[in-house]
């Protein structure tokens, strides 16, 4: 690809982009702690070439194809936001209904088909290992944005950025990380337990028993010698907490409504119960809320979740770039 001036601004002479080049971006477990430090390198890059010109064309003639299964906000909308500001463009498909899928297309059919058109998919989709599926099926990247109750890489390493840009690179090691909520299914939980535990942090986790953190990834994150401890009351571990990470109970995952309805408002953060909490510290949430963090908690400095969003854009950026970024 041409690379315009734009690109002098840009770590991309570095030889370090070239393994991403073509890659599928399917799991945390592709990433070390170095390709972390050049993914947020190039993030806090794009985040400044941003501000500072807004649209560059970095991406000039690429496209990106949206597929999503379920249904999407920040993801589908930071994504399309990315390449656009990369210069590229966007086939959306944020409907499936609307596309062939709803005349019994398979997965590695749509992809298939989505990859004549685009240079990059981005899939999410109901069931674990699909976007796994749709890479052994597609000659082109692709990019997981959630594959049921698997994972959401992109989602954790826009988290981890976050609280780079929120409280200090350097801080990380030695951090206490609460995990707060649906831990069971929340798939963003599942990727940033197993990304933090490339680090020497202590992770809490809350949640009522039916909803506990899968033995997989708790047993995962005790294999790279992570100290984890479960509880059922975020009184125990709040005072402690440098990040906590609220969730949504995940209701469309549960077979049985009574289940759902007797968890659904387990925990919820406001002013009252964040006195307990240290004033340096940041509360964060994948989204949508649902009530698990009152409104009044907003205009509190350590409600960090709106600003975590805004990240998303420039770790999508980075990302896209370095699979698209360089021959
Ligand atoms: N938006 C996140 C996800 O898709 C979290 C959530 O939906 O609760 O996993
Ligand atoms: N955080 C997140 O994945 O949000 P959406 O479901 O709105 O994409």
Redesign the pocket.
Known sequence: MVINNFSAHLPFGDNKIAPWYGKDILSVKQFSHDDLDYVFGVAHEMREMVTRIGTFDLLKGKILANLFYE??????SSFTAAMERLGGSVIPINEVKYSSVSKGESLPDTVRTLECYADVIVLRHPEIGSAALAARYARKPVIN??DGVGE?PT?ALLDLFTIYEELGVGVVDGMTVTMLGDLKYGR?VHSLARLLSLYNVKINYVSPDILRLPREVYNEVAEKGVPQAEFASLADVLPETDVLYVTRVQKERFEDPEAYESVKSAYVIDCDIMQNAKEKMIVMH???RVGEIAIEFDDDPRAAYFRQMEYGLYVRMALLAMVLGKA
């Open positions: 249904p999407s906000t920040r993801t589908s944005a959630g959401h989602q963003t994948p989204l949508p």
